[in-house]
């Protein structure tokens, strides 16, 4: 694999999107056995990421689960104070090769 999108480049890249680029990569898989690899992928990943486990993908990135403590804000309309409860919170740290990937492909367009 290249890292090349086949698909003509656009803001957003849908599940579907994903679902059709697969099955165009691997010829040998359906376009229902597709949609089943991403569905069980996603949920996969989802589900270990609900369970606070950290999620590393080498030249991708890696996806963890940031703990908020609970604080003390202010309501921005009236001034009250408000207590702002402890939250768990997604975060996402592109690898090496993506950061570098994105950043020459930024370049490109720029030019």
């Known amino acids: 694999m290249d890292g090349t999108c086949a698909l003509t480049p656009s803001p957003t890249m849908t599940r579907s999107d994903l679902v059709e680029e697969l099955a165009a990569h691997f010829t040998q898989l359906s376009q229902t056995d597709a949609e ?31 703990r ?5 804000g202010r309501n921005p309309r009236n001034g009250d104070t408000v207590e702002v409860p402890e ?6 740290k592109p690898g090496k090769a993506l950061r570098e990937a994105v950043d020459q492909g930024s370049k490109g367009r720029s030019e």
């Open 36 to 66: 089943y690899a991403v569905k069980v992928l996603l949920e996969s990943m989802g589900d270990a990421l609900e369970q606070g486990h950290r999620i590393e993908i080498r030249g991708f990135g890696s996806f963890t689960v940031n």
């Open 68 to 72: 908020r403590a609970p604080r003390i």
């Open 87 to 92: 939250k768990r919170v997604l975060h996402f």
